[in-house]
Structures are given as structure tokens and as C-alpha cells.
């Protein structure tokens, strides 16, 4: 201890202490940067192959489950046998289901919340075809037990499927934010490492030029150059990485969410407007006064128009917004056909009211066709935008980690050598 003491009390001394002190700043620099620039592009990496994948996945899931129920309602008003066009859409539509809720299962572990959730989606499912393949059996004999089954199945649908995977949206979609957070986080540990080292750097080169009188070490201009390239790169790439991936959620994330929401609105609506023709009155709200299926109808279109609403203020081109339009558009179309054919039902005529709302031309039946094209066309051109943004923030962070690895030794082998220079003066 005496030893050490009394050897920095000369300049050798010093400068050893000096050169160990920079050395380590160094490192300590390179070190905490690439751990931090690791876990940023960790972060931008989960959110452009895992977390946003999964959260679309889980939409396309409930998609999939409202639209299912939507075609088994329209097979069945269409009369003994299921048109083949609508009994393919209903079949592809459990097949994408059953495939999506594998591939999320491979990929979630069973104890997890969205592993209960696809448990759950799994379960019901088998139940959920078996009532609507009975409903049909039970239709084709002309037997007034189908439409029972039939309403039995939609209420499996939407009081315990559709809720489980809105649930497991709902758990994709916070993980997926979680993970945008994260690779948004400010580097402030690196910044705050960095600019010490700069410092200190600065400091032993004045210190330096004030004792000996000469400007440059090259070791020292070394270890300052590589730090100084690592702050400006640290500082540079979380910039353009954060910026791509705000724009990732303000363009892409918030307007998927919502066109989401505005077409498993749509498609809800349309099954309970089939399912009005199909129970005729048998089912009521709970205050007995209203058809239960009606006013759910009425509650989705209000939602599908909020929705579309807020989806045309957040789309920032017109390739986001002319869907969009249209999509409004066809919304204003069907509930005006809608009116039309609950008239003619309300006044007796079943056959009127059904030619109004299956069909290729004139009917609701076509402007739900036209709503849900429209808003496949702008969640494509949204997902495009999204995977575009973030595909390039994580660029932006390609390679920082390790190269904050070889910055930080080479400054560390510049600042001992410059010392080391320096040392060499005194033997």
C-alpha cells in the first residue's frame, strides 16, 4: 500500500494510474453499449418476426371464428343445401382458424395466458362445428330443430369462443407494445458512459499537452476517435430506430388495430342480421321487449362506423383512405338495405325480406361483401406500412452491438499505448 502510495506521487505513477482509470472507461464504455444496443435490436427484432406476427395471427383467429359463423348463418338461410360458395368460405374459414391455432401454440407456452386462451379455442371449436353440422343435417330434413342448433352454435361463438380469442389478441397485442417500448428505450446508460469517457479522454490529452507541450498522441487521438465514432453511432442509430419504429405504431400499429376492430364489427353484424331471419323473433333482449338479434345488428353498425371513422382520420395516404371511403360507404349502403328488408319482414313478407339480405346484387348480403373487401384492402396496405417502418428501425440497429464490442477495444488498446508511449519517456 506504502509502495502504490508513494508511486503516485510521480509522474510514471500517475500516468499508470491515469492510463488503468482510461483503459477501463473505455471497456466499460464498449461494454455497457453493445449490451444495450443488444437488447434494443432484440427488442425491434421480436417486434418485426415474433410479436407482430402473433398479434395479427390472433386477429386473423377471431376473423376467421366470426367469419365461420357468419357463413354457417347464410348457408342456412339460403335454403335446404348450403350454396358450395358460402359452405367453402366457412370451411376455409375453420381450416385458417385450426392452422393459425397451432402455429400460435408452437409458440406459447401452455401455462401462459395466451396458451389458456388457445386451450380454450381448441376445445370449443370441435362442439362449436358439431351443432352447426347438426343444424344443417336438421335443415335439410325441413325440421325446425336446425334453427336451434344453429342459434345454440352462435351462442358458443360469441360467449366463449370469440371471447377467448379477443383475449388472446389482447395479450399478442400488449406484448407486441411491450416489445415497440423496449426498442425505443434512449441508450441512457451507454450516453451517459460515453460522454464520461470523452471526458476523461479529453482531460488526459490536455493534461498531456499542458505538461510536455505537444498536441498529439496518437494512441490518445485513437482511443478518443473510436469513442467518439461509437457516441455518434449510438446516438445516430436509436434516433433514425426510434423515429422508424414511432412511425411504425402511428401509421401502421394504431390503424391495424382499429380496421380490426371495425371488421370483427362487421362481420358480427352480419351474422346476427342473418340470425334475425333464422329465429324470427324467438329470441329477445333480456327486457323481453326488443329481437335480441336485431339489436345486437344495430350495436355492431354503430361500432363499425365509429370505427371507420377513426381509421379514415388516422390513415395518412390516400391508399389507407380511399378503403377506408369506401368501406363508410358501403356501411351508409347496407343499413338502407337492411331498413328495407326488416320492413318487408315486419310486414309478413319472409321471402322479400330474405331476397334482400342473400344474394349476389341489390342485397346486404353484397354490401358486407363490399365492406369486408374494402377493409382486407386497407389492413394489407396498413400491415405493409407497419412491417416497412419497423423492418427499418431494426436496421438501424443492425450491427451496433458488435461493433460497440470492437470500438471499446480498440479505444482501450489506443488509450494503453498512448500511455504506454508516454511511460516509455521516463526509463
Known amino acids: 500500500m506504502e509502495q502504490l502510495r508513494a508511486g503516485a506521487t510521480t509522474e510514471p505513477g500517475r500516468l499508470r494510474i491515469i492510463g488503468a482509470a482510461l483503459v477501463l472507461l473505455v471497456v466499460a464504455f464498449g461494454a455497457v453499449s453493445a449490451v444495450e444496443a443488444s437488447d434494443r435490436f432484440t427488442a425491434a427484432d421480436d417486434v418485426v418476426r415474433h410479436s407482430q406476427p402473433l398479434s395479427r395471427d390472433a386477429a386473423n383467429i377471431y376473423r376467421s371464428l366470426a367469419d365461420a359463423d357468419t357463413q354457417a348463418a347464410s348457408g342456412f338461410l339460403a335454403g335446404a343445401q348450403d350454396p358450395p360458395e358460402v359452405l367453402k368460405l366457412y370451411q376455409d374459414d375453420i381450416r385458417t382458424a385450426s392452422s393459425l391455432l397451432v402455429k400460435a401454440a408452437a409458440t406459447t407456452s401452455s401455462s401462459s395466458e395466451s396458451g389458456r386462451q388457445i386451450a380454450a379455442i381448441n376445445e370449443g371449436l370441435p362442439r362449436y362445428t358439431g351443432l352447426i353440422e347438426r343444424a344443417r343435417a336438421a335443415n335439410r330434413q325441413g325440421l325446425p330443430l336446425g334453427g336451434a342448433y344453429l342459434r345454440y352454435a352462435n351462442e358458443q361463438m360469441t360467449r366463449e369462443l370469440l371471447p377467448a380469442a379477443e383475449k388472446l389478441y389482447g395479450v399478442e397485442t400488449a406484448r407486441l407494445d411491450q416489445d415497440n417500448d423496449d426498442a425505443r428505450l434512449w441508450p441512457f446508460a451507454s450516453l451517459a458512459v460515453g460522454v464520461v469517457t470523452f471526458g476523461g479522454l479529453f482531460w488526459a490529452q490536455r493534461r498531456n499537452y499542458r505538461r510536455t507541450n505537444r498536441v498529439f498522441n496518437q494512441g490518445m487521438l485513437a482511443a478518443t476517435a473510436a469513442s467518439t465514432v461509437l457516441l455518434l453511432w449510438l446516438a445516430v442509430g436509436h434516433t433514425i ?84 371511403g369506401t368501406a363508410i360507404d358501403s356501411v351508409a349502403q347496407w343499413q338502407e338495405r337492411h331498413t328495407s328488408a326488416r320492413a318487408a319482414d315486419q310486414a309478413g313478407d319472409y321471402k322479400k325480406a330474405l331476397d334482400k339480405i342473400i344474394g349476389p346484387e341489390g342485397t346486404t348480403g353484397q354490401s358486407f361483401d363490399q365492406v369486408n373487401a374494402a377493409l382486407g384492402t386497407a389492413i394489407d396496405h396498413e400491415q405493409g406500412e407497419f412491417t ?38 521516463y526509463r
Open 241 to 324: 430506430a426510434r423515429s422508424d419504429l414511432n412511425a411504425a405504431e402511428a401509421k401502421g400499429q394504431r390503424s391495424l388495430a382499429v380496421l380490426n376492430d371495425a371488421r370483427i364489427n362487421s362481420l358480427k353484424a352480419r351474422a346476427n342480421e342473418n340470425l334475425t331471419e333464422v329465429a324470427r323473433g324467438a329470441v329477445l333482449t333480456a327486457d323481453g321487449k326488443n329481437d335480441k338479434y336485431e339489436a345486437d345488428f344495430n350495436t355492431g353498425m354503430a361500432k363499425l362506423s365509429a370505427a371507420l371513422r377513426t381509421a379514415r382520420g388516422l390513415a395518412d395516404d390516400s391508399a389507407g383512405s380511399e378503403p377506408v
Open 388 to 425: 416497412a417502418s419497423a423492418t427499418s428501425g431494426r436496421s438501424a440497429l443492425t450491427g451496433l452491438a458488435a461493433g460497440a464490442a470492437v470500438l471499446g477495444l480498440l479505444g482501450a488498446a489506443g488509450a494503453a499505448l498512448g500511455m504506454g508511449r508516454r511511460l516509455s519517456e
